[in-house]
Protein backbone atom coordinates (compact mmCIF):
# COMPACT_ATOMS: atom_id res chain seq x y z
CA UNK A 1 0.00 0.00 0.00
CA UNK A 2 0.90 3.24 -0.69
CA UNK A 3 0.03 6.76 0.25
CA UNK A 4 0.78 9.75 -2.53
CA UNK A 5 2.00 12.61 -1.15
CA UNK A 6 -0.56 15.70 -1.45
CA UNK A 7 -3.15 13.19 -1.79
CA UNK A 8 -6.56 12.14 0.13
CA UNK A 9 -6.48 8.66 0.85
CA UNK A 10 -8.97 7.03 1.99
CA UNK A 11 -9.15 3.87 4.68
CA UNK A 12 -12.22 1.84 4.86
CA UNK A 13 -13.52 -1.50 6.10
CA UNK A 14 -15.31 -3.12 8.37
CA UNK A 15 -15.20 -3.10 12.21
CA UNK A 16 -11.96 -5.26 13.40
CA UNK A 17 -10.60 -5.06 9.77
CA UNK A 18 -7.56 -3.35 11.30
CA UNK A 19 -7.71 -0.22 10.33
CA UNK A 20 -6.20 1.24 13.31
CA UNK A 21 -4.17 -1.33 13.59
CA UNK A 22 -2.06 0.20 10.64
CA UNK A 23 -1.81 3.09 11.94
CA UNK A 24 -0.88 1.58 14.98
CA UNK A 25 1.97 -0.07 13.05
CA UNK A 26 2.80 3.47 10.86
CA UNK A 27 3.27 5.81 14.01
CA UNK A 28 5.29 2.58 15.87
CA UNK A 29 3.21 1.48 18.14
CA UNK A 30 3.47 -1.80 17.04
CA UNK A 31 6.07 -3.63 15.34
CA UNK A 32 4.73 -5.64 12.50
CA UNK A 33 4.98 -9.25 12.48
CA UNK A 34 6.43 -8.70 8.81
CA UNK A 35 6.98 -6.26 6.50
CA UNK A 36 8.46 -2.64 6.45
CA UNK A 37 7.33 0.91 6.59
CA UNK A 38 8.74 3.85 4.53
CA UNK A 39 8.44 7.25 4.80
CA UNK A 40 9.74 9.86 1.84
CA UNK A 41 11.82 6.53 0.73
CA UNK A 42 13.63 6.36 4.43
CA UNK A 43 12.67 3.24 6.24
CA UNK A 44 10.89 3.97 9.36
CA UNK A 45 9.49 0.38 10.84
CA UNK A 46 10.93 0.05 14.08
CA UNK A 47 11.39 3.10 15.30
CA UNK A 48 9.39 4.71 18.75
CA UNK A 49 6.52 6.61 18.66
CA UNK A 50 8.14 10.34 19.32
CA UNK A 51 10.91 9.85 16.83
CA UNK A 52 8.22 9.06 14.02
CA UNK A 53 6.26 12.04 15.55
CA UNK A 54 9.04 14.35 14.34
CA UNK A 55 9.77 13.17 11.26
CA UNK A 56 6.40 14.37 10.29
CA UNK A 57 4.32 11.67 10.52
CA UNK A 58 1.08 12.34 12.87
CA UNK A 59 -1.87 10.46 14.10
CA UNK A 60 -5.07 11.55 15.88
CA UNK A 61 -6.79 9.34 18.38
CA UNK A 62 -10.26 8.17 17.30
CA UNK A 63 -11.10 8.95 21.18
CA UNK A 64 -9.74 12.07 21.83
CA UNK A 65 -6.59 11.62 24.31
CA UNK A 66 -6.23 14.87 25.96
CA UNK A 67 -3.92 15.44 28.98
CA UNK A 68 -7.11 16.41 31.70
CA UNK A 69 -6.06 18.77 33.86
CA UNK A 70 -4.07 20.61 31.24
CA UNK A 71 -5.46 23.59 30.15
CA UNK A 72 -6.99 23.55 26.04
CA UNK A 73 -3.55 26.33 25.23
CA UNK A 74 -1.33 23.70 27.29
CA UNK A 75 -2.61 20.55 25.55
CA UNK A 76 -2.04 22.64 22.32
CA UNK A 77 1.30 23.60 23.40
CA UNK A 78 2.64 20.11 24.55
CA UNK A 79 1.86 19.36 20.71
CA UNK A 80 4.75 21.89 19.52
CA UNK A 81 8.07 21.41 20.47
CA UNK A 82 10.28 23.73 22.60
CA UNK A 83 13.54 24.91 23.27
CA UNK A 84 12.67 25.23 26.91
CA UNK A 85 11.77 21.25 27.04
CA UNK A 86 14.95 20.51 27.77
CA UNK A 87 16.05 20.54 31.78
CA UNK A 88 19.19 22.80 30.90
CA UNK A 89 17.38 25.44 29.29
CA UNK A 90 14.27 25.17 31.00
CA UNK A 91 15.66 26.86 34.28
CA UNK A 92 16.48 30.24 32.17
CA UNK A 93 13.49 31.56 31.05
CA UNK A 94 14.97 33.77 29.00
CA UNK A 95 16.01 30.54 26.91
CA UNK A 96 12.33 29.72 25.85
CA UNK A 97 10.39 33.11 26.46
CA UNK A 98 10.30 34.20 23.22
CA UNK A 99 9.64 30.68 21.22
CA UNK A 100 6.86 30.26 23.80
CA UNK A 101 5.45 33.89 22.98
CA UNK A 102 5.55 32.51 19.16
CA UNK A 103 3.69 29.20 20.07
CA UNK A 104 1.20 30.53 22.05
CA UNK A 105 0.49 32.80 18.63
CA UNK A 106 0.46 29.82 16.24
CA UNK A 107 -1.52 27.56 18.87
CA UNK A 108 -4.26 30.90 18.95
CA UNK A 109 -4.08 31.05 15.24
CA UNK A 110 -4.58 27.15 14.73
CA UNK A 111 -7.13 26.89 17.43
CA UNK A 112 -9.10 29.89 15.83
CA UNK A 113 -9.05 28.19 12.23
CA UNK A 114 -10.37 24.57 13.75
CA UNK A 115 -13.36 26.69 15.57
CA UNK A 116 -12.31 26.30 19.08
CA UNK A 117 -12.14 30.33 20.31
CA UNK A 118 -12.29 31.79 23.90
CA UNK A 119 -12.61 27.77 25.29
CA UNK A 120 -8.43 28.03 25.51
CA UNK A 121 -7.96 28.88 28.84
CA UNK A 122 -10.21 26.40 30.01
CA UNK A 123 -9.06 22.73 31.57
CA UNK A 124 -9.44 20.61 28.70
CA UNK A 125 -11.23 18.12 30.73
CA UNK A 126 -14.42 20.93 31.16
CA UNK A 127 -14.97 21.36 27.30
CA UNK A 128 -17.93 19.47 25.59
CA UNK A 129 -16.68 16.41 23.33
CA UNK A 130 -17.24 18.03 20.21
CA UNK A 131 -14.41 20.69 21.46
CA UNK A 132 -12.31 17.65 22.67
CA UNK A 133 -12.16 16.19 19.36
CA UNK A 134 -11.72 19.67 17.76
CA UNK A 135 -8.77 19.84 20.29
CA UNK A 136 -7.33 16.55 19.05
CA UNK A 137 -7.21 17.89 15.49
CA UNK A 138 -5.92 21.16 16.05
CA UNK A 139 -2.80 19.56 18.72
CA UNK A 140 -1.61 17.12 15.14
CA UNK A 141 -1.43 19.97 13.47
CA UNK A 142 1.19 22.25 15.99
CA UNK A 143 3.73 20.78 14.90
CA UNK A 144 4.14 21.40 10.95
CA UNK A 145 3.14 17.99 9.85
CA UNK A 146 3.71 16.21 6.22
CA UNK A 147 1.44 13.45 7.00
CA UNK A 148 -1.58 13.37 9.16
CA UNK A 149 -2.96 9.47 9.57
CA UNK A 150 -6.60 11.14 10.99
CA UNK A 151 -8.77 7.92 12.51
CA UNK A 152 -12.16 8.36 12.41
CA UNK A 153 -12.65 12.89 12.13
CA UNK A 154 -16.38 13.01 11.82
CA UNK A 155 -17.06 10.06 14.79
CA UNK A 156 -19.94 11.00 16.68
CA UNK A 157 -20.49 14.53 15.16
CA UNK A 158 -23.03 16.17 13.37
CA UNK A 159 -23.32 15.53 9.31
CA UNK A 160 -23.13 19.01 8.73
CA UNK A 161 -20.41 19.26 11.17
CA UNK A 162 -18.27 16.54 9.52
CA UNK A 163 -18.51 18.29 6.36
CA UNK A 164 -17.33 21.38 7.59
CA UNK A 165 -14.56 19.28 9.15
CA UNK A 166 -13.78 17.24 6.27
CA UNK A 167 -13.92 20.75 4.41
CA UNK A 168 -11.55 22.17 6.74
CA UNK A 169 -8.93 19.23 6.57
CA UNK A 170 -9.25 19.43 2.42
CA UNK A 171 -8.38 23.60 3.20
CA UNK A 172 -5.32 22.14 4.98
CA UNK A 173 -3.96 19.96 2.81
CA UNK A 174 -3.95 22.86 0.00
CA UNK A 175 -2.68 25.94 2.50
CA UNK A 176 -0.16 23.57 4.03
CA UNK A 177 0.55 20.45 1.82
CA UNK A 178 0.20 18.29 3.98
CA UNK A 179 -0.57 14.47 2.88
CA UNK A 180 -3.82 12.90 4.88
CA UNK A 181 -4.70 9.30 5.43
CA UNK A 182 -7.83 8.77 6.58
CA UNK A 183 -9.73 6.41 8.36
CA UNK A 184 -13.84 6.83 7.99
CA UNK A 185 -17.07 4.87 8.27
CA UNK A 186 -18.94 7.46 7.13
CA UNK A 187 -18.51 6.19 3.74
CA UNK A 188 -21.25 9.07 2.29
CA UNK A 189 -18.93 11.82 3.39
CA UNK A 190 -15.93 9.95 2.49
CA UNK A 191 -16.02 9.58 -0.49
CA UNK A 192 -16.52 12.96 -1.45
CA UNK A 193 -13.23 14.34 -0.60
CA UNK A 194 -11.08 11.15 -1.27
CA UNK A 195 -8.59 10.67 -4.17
CA UNK A 196 -7.73 7.18 -3.86
CA UNK A 197 -9.43 4.67 -1.48
CA UNK A 198 -7.95 1.25 0.16
CA UNK A 199 -10.42 -1.28 1.54
CA UNK A 200 -9.06 -3.69 4.40
CA UNK A 201 -11.44 -6.47 5.62
CA UNK A 202 -9.75 -9.00 8.02
CA UNK A 203 -6.57 -7.54 8.72
CA UNK A 204 -6.18 -8.10 4.57
CA UNK A 205 -6.28 -5.77 1.83
CA UNK A 206 -9.39 -6.34 0.40
CA UNK A 207 -9.59 -3.56 -3.02
CA UNK A 208 -8.51 -0.61 -3.95
CA UNK A 209 -8.73 2.18 -6.36
CA UNK A 210 -10.86 5.58 -6.99
CA UNK A 211 -13.94 5.95 -5.10
CA UNK A 212 -15.91 4.66 -7.76
CA UNK A 213 -13.88 2.18 -8.51
CA UNK A 214 -13.91 0.77 -5.26
CA UNK A 215 -18.02 1.72 -4.63
CA UNK A 216 -18.89 -0.85 -7.22
CA UNK A 217 -16.28 -3.35 -6.21
CA UNK A 218 -19.00 -6.42 -5.40
CA UNK A 219 -16.23 -7.97 -2.66
CA UNK A 220 -16.39 -4.51 -0.96
CA UNK A 221 -20.08 -4.88 -0.67
CA UNK A 222 -20.18 -8.42 0.14
CA UNK A 223 -17.67 -7.50 2.92
CA UNK A 224 -19.85 -4.88 4.14
CA UNK A 225 -23.49 -6.21 4.30
CA UNK A 226 -22.59 -9.74 3.83
CA UNK A 227 -24.34 -11.03 0.73
CA UNK B 1 12.41 22.33 78.19
CA UNK B 2 14.38 23.67 75.91
CA UNK B 3 12.38 25.58 72.82
CA UNK B 4 15.22 27.00 71.22
CA UNK B 5 16.69 23.92 71.01
CA UNK B 6 13.55 22.35 69.84
CA UNK B 7 12.63 24.81 67.32
CA UNK B 8 16.13 24.40 66.02
CA UNK B 9 16.08 20.82 65.18
CA UNK B 10 12.58 21.06 63.94
CA UNK B 11 13.91 23.45 61.26
CA UNK B 12 16.08 21.37 60.30
CA UNK B 13 14.63 18.41 60.08
CA UNK B 14 11.79 20.71 58.25
CA UNK B 15 14.49 21.25 55.67
CA UNK B 16 15.93 18.00 55.46
CA UNK B 17 12.64 16.06 54.53
CA UNK B 18 11.42 19.70 53.05
CA UNK B 19 13.47 18.33 49.96
CA UNK B 20 12.57 15.05 50.20
CA UNK B 21 8.98 16.30 49.51
CA UNK B 22 9.84 18.35 46.84
CA UNK B 23 11.92 15.46 45.01
CA UNK B 24 9.14 12.80 45.78
CA UNK B 25 6.24 15.65 44.02
CA UNK B 26 8.84 16.86 41.10
CA UNK B 27 8.42 12.76 40.07
CA UNK B 28 5.00 11.89 41.55
CA UNK B 29 3.23 14.79 41.87
CA UNK B 30 3.88 16.40 38.72
CA UNK B 31 5.54 13.39 36.76
CA UNK B 32 3.05 10.83 37.87
CA UNK B 33 6.11 7.91 39.01
CA UNK B 34 5.23 6.53 41.84
CA UNK B 35 8.62 6.27 43.23
CA UNK B 36 8.23 4.15 46.53
CA UNK B 37 11.86 3.84 47.21
CA UNK B 38 13.06 7.90 48.09
CA UNK B 39 14.48 6.08 51.41
CA UNK B 40 17.13 4.17 49.31
CA UNK B 41 18.37 7.03 47.90
CA UNK B 42 18.23 8.86 51.20
CA UNK B 43 20.08 6.32 52.69
CA UNK B 44 22.94 6.38 49.92
CA UNK B 45 23.30 9.90 50.26
CA UNK B 46 23.74 9.64 54.10
CA UNK B 47 26.35 6.67 53.08
CA UNK B 48 28.28 7.87 50.86
CA UNK B 49 28.79 11.29 53.51
CA UNK B 50 29.84 9.35 55.90
CA UNK B 51 31.97 6.73 54.32
CA UNK B 52 33.65 9.54 52.19
CA UNK B 53 34.17 11.76 54.69
CA UNK B 54 35.68 9.53 57.48
CA UNK B 55 37.85 8.00 54.71
CA UNK B 56 38.97 11.45 53.79
CA UNK B 57 39.36 12.34 57.00
CA UNK B 58 41.40 9.20 57.91
CA UNK B 59 43.32 8.64 55.33
CA UNK B 60 44.82 12.66 55.16
CA UNK B 61 45.95 11.68 58.92
CA UNK B 62 47.79 8.49 57.99
CA UNK B 63 45.71 6.76 59.76
CA UNK B 64 43.89 3.71 58.67
CA UNK B 65 41.50 2.00 61.11
CA UNK B 66 38.35 0.31 59.81
CA UNK B 67 35.31 2.67 59.48
CA UNK B 68 33.13 1.18 61.90
CA UNK B 69 35.84 0.84 64.30
CA UNK B 70 35.85 2.58 67.76
CA UNK B 71 39.28 4.05 66.90
CA UNK B 72 37.85 5.64 64.24
CA UNK B 73 35.11 7.45 66.53
CA UNK B 74 37.98 8.18 69.00
CA UNK B 75 40.59 9.98 65.79
CA UNK B 76 37.44 11.27 64.63
CA UNK B 77 36.80 13.41 67.71
CA UNK B 78 39.94 15.43 67.66
CA UNK B 79 40.26 15.40 64.11
CA UNK B 80 37.09 17.12 63.16
CA UNK B 81 37.79 20.05 65.42
CA UNK B 82 41.27 20.52 64.03
CA UNK B 83 40.83 21.84 60.62
CA UNK B 84 37.78 23.85 59.93
CA UNK B 85 38.20 24.37 56.34
CA UNK B 86 39.06 20.88 55.67
CA UNK B 87 35.27 20.29 57.48
CA UNK B 88 34.00 22.49 54.87
CA UNK B 89 35.27 21.02 51.73
CA UNK B 90 34.92 17.69 52.96
CA UNK B 91 31.54 18.97 53.71
CA UNK B 92 30.50 20.10 50.45
CA UNK B 93 32.25 17.51 47.98
CA UNK B 94 30.54 14.88 49.68
CA UNK B 95 27.13 16.77 49.22
CA UNK B 96 28.15 17.22 46.06
CA UNK B 97 28.91 13.59 45.17
CA UNK B 98 25.80 11.98 47.23
CA UNK B 99 23.85 14.13 44.63
CA UNK B 100 25.53 12.60 41.88
CA UNK B 101 25.85 9.16 42.95
CA UNK B 102 21.99 9.27 44.45
CA UNK B 103 21.17 10.30 41.28
CA UNK B 104 23.00 7.79 38.98
CA UNK B 105 21.45 5.03 41.29
CA UNK B 106 17.74 6.30 40.72
CA UNK B 107 18.61 6.40 37.20
CA UNK B 108 20.19 3.18 36.76
CA UNK B 109 18.13 1.22 39.26
CA UNK B 110 14.51 2.34 37.34
CA UNK B 111 15.93 1.88 33.92
CA UNK B 112 14.63 -1.18 33.38
CA UNK B 113 11.19 0.02 34.40
CA UNK B 114 10.98 2.77 32.26
CA UNK B 115 8.93 1.45 29.36
CA UNK B 116 6.55 -0.48 31.49
CA UNK B 117 3.72 0.44 33.91
CA UNK B 118 3.96 2.12 36.99
CA UNK B 119 3.19 -0.11 39.30
CA UNK B 120 6.82 -1.84 38.16
CA UNK B 121 9.12 0.89 39.04
CA UNK B 122 7.02 1.69 42.51
CA UNK B 123 7.60 -2.21 43.78
CA UNK B 124 11.20 -2.49 41.58
CA UNK B 125 12.42 0.69 43.95
CA UNK B 126 11.07 -0.25 46.78
CA UNK B 127 12.71 -4.02 46.47
CA UNK B 128 15.68 -2.16 45.45
CA UNK B 129 15.75 -0.24 48.87
CA UNK B 130 15.26 -3.57 50.88
CA UNK B 131 18.11 -5.10 49.55
CA UNK B 132 19.93 -2.50 49.69
CA UNK B 133 19.59 -2.23 53.85
CA UNK B 134 19.88 -5.70 54.54
CA UNK B 135 22.94 -5.82 52.46
CA UNK B 136 24.21 -3.05 54.58
CA UNK B 137 22.94 -4.76 58.13
CA UNK B 138 25.40 -7.34 57.36
CA UNK B 139 28.29 -5.32 55.55
CA UNK B 140 30.90 -5.11 58.34
CA UNK B 141 33.06 -2.41 56.58
CA UNK B 142 30.38 0.00 56.50
CA UNK B 143 29.61 -1.55 60.62
CA UNK B 144 26.88 -4.06 60.04
CA UNK B 145 23.61 -2.84 62.00
CA UNK B 146 25.83 -0.22 63.73
CA UNK B 147 26.54 1.83 60.83
CA UNK B 148 29.08 4.38 61.01
CA UNK B 149 29.59 7.55 63.70
CA UNK B 150 31.47 10.25 63.89
CA UNK B 151 30.84 12.05 60.88
CA UNK B 152 32.85 14.91 60.89
CA UNK B 153 30.14 18.17 61.37
CA UNK B 154 31.07 20.74 59.20
CA UNK B 155 31.03 23.33 62.33
CA UNK B 156 32.88 21.12 64.45
CA UNK B 157 35.51 23.32 65.49
CA UNK B 158 32.28 25.81 66.98
CA UNK B 159 32.37 25.04 70.91
CA UNK B 160 28.92 26.28 71.57
CA UNK B 161 26.56 23.32 70.52
CA UNK B 162 23.60 25.55 70.23
CA UNK B 163 25.34 28.27 67.79
CA UNK B 164 26.75 24.63 65.84
CA UNK B 165 23.40 23.83 65.45
CA UNK B 166 22.09 26.86 64.38
CA UNK B 167 24.66 27.32 61.83
CA UNK B 168 23.88 23.70 60.12
CA UNK B 169 19.90 24.88 60.41
CA UNK B 170 21.04 27.57 58.50
CA UNK B 171 22.61 26.02 55.96
CA UNK B 172 20.36 23.35 55.39
CA UNK B 173 17.70 25.91 54.98
CA UNK B 174 19.71 27.54 52.40
CA UNK B 175 19.81 24.16 50.55
CA UNK B 176 16.14 24.23 50.79
CA UNK B 177 15.58 27.32 49.22
CA UNK B 178 17.83 26.60 46.67
CA UNK B 179 15.94 23.50 45.71
CA UNK B 180 13.01 24.80 45.89
CA UNK B 181 13.59 27.94 43.58
CA UNK B 182 15.21 25.20 41.33
CA UNK B 183 12.12 22.94 41.52
CA UNK B 184 9.68 26.06 40.70
CA UNK B 185 11.59 27.07 38.02
CA UNK B 186 11.71 23.90 36.26
CA UNK B 187 7.66 23.33 37.31
CA UNK B 188 7.16 26.51 35.85
CA UNK B 189 8.58 25.60 32.11
CA UNK B 190 8.33 24.01 29.01
CA UNK B 191 9.67 21.25 30.96
CA UNK B 192 7.12 21.03 33.84
CA UNK B 193 4.61 21.15 31.35
CA UNK B 194 6.33 17.94 29.91
CA UNK B 195 6.41 16.15 33.34
CA UNK B 196 2.62 16.82 33.60
CA UNK B 197 2.09 15.52 30.41
CA UNK B 198 4.10 12.53 31.22
CA UNK B 199 1.51 12.34 34.35
CA UNK B 200 -1.87 13.14 33.00
CA UNK B 201 -1.60 10.85 29.41
CA UNK B 202 1.87 8.74 28.95
CA UNK B 203 0.85 7.17 25.64
CA UNK B 204 -0.37 10.74 24.13
CA UNK B 205 2.47 12.57 25.18
CA UNK B 206 4.30 9.79 23.54
CA UNK B 207 2.29 10.22 20.20
CA UNK B 208 3.18 14.06 20.77
CA UNK B 209 6.66 12.97 19.85
CA UNK B 210 8.03 13.35 23.79
CA UNK B 211 10.50 10.85 24.94
CA UNK B 212 8.52 9.56 27.74
CA UNK B 213 11.46 7.15 29.11
CA UNK B 214 14.02 9.78 28.98
CA UNK B 215 11.72 12.12 30.93
CA UNK B 216 11.17 9.81 32.97
CA UNK B 217 14.54 8.98 33.85
CA UNK B 218 15.66 12.55 33.98
CA UNK B 219 13.53 13.30 36.51
CA UNK B 220 14.13 10.33 38.52
CA UNK B 221 17.72 11.13 38.59
CA UNK B 222 16.89 14.75 39.99
CA UNK B 223 14.62 13.09 41.95
CA UNK B 224 17.02 10.98 43.53
CA UNK B 225 19.85 13.63 43.82
CA UNK B 226 17.82 15.89 45.70
CA UNK B 227 17.79 12.89 47.82
CA UNK B 228 21.35 12.22 48.13
CA UNK B 229 21.42 15.68 49.12
CA UNK B 230 19.07 15.03 52.40
CA UNK B 231 20.68 12.31 52.78
CA UNK B 232 24.16 13.58 53.60
CA UNK B 233 22.63 16.60 55.82
CA UNK B 234 21.46 13.74 58.02
CA UNK B 235 25.04 12.25 58.12
CA UNK B 236 26.18 15.24 59.20
CA UNK B 237 23.53 16.72 61.43
CA UNK B 238 23.34 13.19 63.13
CA UNK B 239 26.88 12.34 63.47
CA UNK B 240 26.42 8.84 62.92
CA UNK B 241 23.34 6.82 60.76
CA UNK B 242 22.81 2.89 60.14
CA UNK B 243 21.00 1.31 57.38
CA UNK B 244 17.60 0.84 59.61
CA UNK B 245 16.76 4.26 59.33
CA UNK B 246 16.47 3.96 55.66
CA UNK B 247 13.08 2.05 55.21
CA UNK B 248 10.39 1.97 53.93
CA UNK B 249 7.75 3.67 56.46
CA UNK B 250 10.55 6.92 55.85
CA UNK B 251 9.42 6.56 52.54
CA UNK B 252 6.15 6.79 52.99
CA UNK B 253 6.12 9.37 55.36
CA UNK B 254 7.37 11.52 52.70
CA UNK B 255 4.47 10.35 50.81
CA UNK B 256 2.31 11.64 53.83
CA UNK B 257 3.96 14.82 53.35
CA UNK B 258 3.34 14.77 49.24
CA UNK B 259 -0.54 13.50 49.91
CA UNK B 260 -1.12 15.80 52.84
CA UNK B 261 0.52 19.18 51.42
CA UNK B 262 -0.77 18.55 48.23
CA UNK B 263 0.76 17.34 45.16
CA UNK B 264 1.97 18.78 42.28
CA UNK B 265 2.43 22.12 44.31
CA UNK B 266 5.96 22.91 45.99
CA UNK B 267 4.35 24.75 48.81
CA UNK B 268 2.08 21.26 49.30
CA UNK B 269 5.27 19.81 50.09
CA UNK B 270 6.43 22.08 52.56
CA UNK B 271 3.57 22.05 54.10
CA UNK B 272 3.50 18.54 54.25
CA UNK B 273 6.99 18.68 55.33
CA UNK B 274 6.30 21.02 58.34
CA UNK B 275 3.38 19.28 59.90
CA UNK B 276 4.74 16.12 59.51
CA UNK B 277 8.33 16.95 60.90
CA UNK B 278 6.46 19.00 63.55
CA UNK B 279 4.73 15.93 64.58
CA UNK B 280 7.93 13.77 64.62
CA UNK B 281 9.42 16.43 66.55
CA UNK B 282 7.36 16.81 69.15
CA UNK B 283 6.64 13.34 69.82
CA UNK B 284 10.75 12.72 70.35
CA UNK B 285 9.62 14.94 73.26
CA UNK B 286 6.64 14.05 74.71
CA UNK B 287 8.09 10.80 74.42
CA UNK B 288 10.85 12.32 76.63
CA UNK B 289 8.18 14.06 79.00
CA UNK B 290 6.47 11.67 79.79
CA UNK B 291 8.12 8.54 80.11
CA UNK B 292 5.61 6.49 81.86
CA UNK B 293 3.29 5.85 79.71
CA UNK B 294 1.73 2.89 78.40
CA UNK B 295 2.28 3.40 74.66
CA UNK B 296 5.56 4.57 72.89
CA UNK B 297 4.63 7.73 71.65
CA UNK B 298 5.77 6.81 68.09
CA UNK B 299 3.56 4.66 67.65
CA UNK B 300 0.64 7.36 68.15
CA UNK B 301 2.51 9.28 65.17
CA UNK B 302 2.61 6.37 63.13
CA UNK B 303 -1.16 6.26 63.58
CA UNK B 304 -1.96 9.96 62.94
CA UNK B 305 0.31 10.03 60.04
CA UNK B 306 -1.63 7.00 58.49
CA UNK B 307 -4.96 8.85 59.33
CA UNK B 308 -3.42 11.76 57.83
CA UNK B 309 -3.05 9.94 54.44
CA UNK B 310 -6.61 8.25 54.64
CA UNK B 311 -8.82 11.28 55.79
CA UNK B 312 -6.92 13.63 53.07
CA UNK B 313 -7.61 11.25 50.25
CA UNK B 314 -11.12 10.89 51.58
CA UNK B 315 -11.78 14.47 51.76
CA UNK B 316 -9.41 16.63 49.75
CA UNK B 317 -7.36 13.88 47.51
CA UNK B 318 -5.77 16.55 46.02
CA UNK B 319 -3.87 17.75 49.45
CA UNK B 320 -4.19 20.87 51.04
CA UNK B 321 -2.39 23.36 48.84
CA UNK B 322 -3.89 21.97 45.69
CA UNK B 323 -2.62 22.34 42.16
CA UNK B 324 -2.50 25.67 40.34
CA UNK B 325 -4.13 25.08 36.95
CA UNK B 326 -5.60 28.02 36.09
CA UNK B 327 -3.05 30.70 36.20
CA UNK B 328 -0.22 28.83 33.85
CA UNK B 329 2.99 30.51 33.56
CA UNK B 330 1.77 30.96 30.04
CA UNK B 331 -0.45 34.04 31.24
CA UNK B 332 1.94 35.76 33.48
CA UNK B 333 5.00 36.02 30.97
CA UNK B 334 2.53 37.53 28.00
CA UNK B 335 0.74 40.12 30.31
CA UNK B 336 -2.37 39.55 28.28
CA UNK B 337 -5.24 38.15 30.03
CA UNK B 338 -3.66 37.76 33.08
CA UNK B 339 -4.94 35.64 36.02
CA UNK B 340 -8.41 36.67 37.08
CA UNK B 341 -9.00 39.75 39.07
CA UNK B 342 -9.13 40.25 42.65
CA UNK B 343 -12.71 40.79 42.51
CA UNK B 344 -14.00 37.54 40.47
CA UNK B 345 -11.29 35.76 42.54
CA UNK B 346 -13.12 36.66 45.56
CA UNK B 347 -16.85 35.96 44.48
CA UNK B 348 -15.32 32.69 43.47
CA UNK B 349 -14.14 31.86 46.77
CA UNK B 350 -17.40 33.22 48.06
CA UNK B 351 -19.29 30.38 46.23
CA UNK B 352 -17.05 27.75 47.04
CA UNK B 353 -17.47 28.78 50.87
CA UNK B 354 -21.14 28.75 49.99
CA UNK B 355 -21.23 24.74 48.50
CA UNK B 356 -18.77 23.21 50.83
CA UNK B 357 -20.89 24.85 54.09
CA UNK B 358 -24.02 23.44 52.15
CA UNK B 359 -22.28 20.32 51.51
CA UNK B 360 -21.41 20.01 55.51
CA UNK B 361 -24.44 20.49 56.48
CA UNK B 362 -26.13 18.11 53.81
CA UNK B 363 -23.89 15.55 55.45
CA UNK B 364 -24.63 15.96 58.83
CA UNK B 365 -28.28 15.46 57.61
CA UNK B 366 -27.41 12.42 56.24
CA UNK B 367 -26.53 11.08 60.02
CA UNK B 368 -22.49 11.83 58.74
CA UNK B 369 -22.87 9.60 55.60
Same mark, same amino acid.
Given at each position: MSVREGSVTGLIGPNGSGKTTLFNVISGFYPPDSGEVYFMGNKITGLNPNEIYNLGVIRTFQNPRLF???TVLENLLVAAGSRGERVTSSIAKRNWVDGEAKLVKKAYEIAKSVG???????? =???? !?GAHMKLIETARSLMNSPKVLLV??? =???? !?YSAAKNLFNYLLKLKEDYGITLFIIEHRIDILMDYVDYVYVLHLGKLLSQGTPEEVLSDKKVREAYIGD | MDIIGFLISWITFFSIYSILSISLNLE????GISNFGKAAFYGIGAFIAAVVSLLVFLTLSGLSYPLYSLETIVAMGTLSKQNPVLNIIVFLFTLTLAFVISGVAGYLVSYPT?????AFLGITVLSFGELLRIFLRNF??????YGLA???????????PTARDLAFMLIALTLLIAIYLFSERLVNSPYGRLMKSVREDEVASLCLGKDVPKIKAQVLFIGSGMAGIAGALLAYYMGSINP????PSLTFEVWAMVIFGGSANNKGALLGAGVITFLNRASVVLNFMF???????NYIRWMLVGLLIVATLLFKPEGL?????????VWSLFG??????FKERTEEVRKRVKLYVKKLISWFMMGGE
Open positions: PRLLEGVERNI =ASDV !SDEP =AAGI !S | AGYTLRVGPQPTGGTGIPHPFAFVQDDIFVQNLPVDVIPEDTRSSFEQKTVS
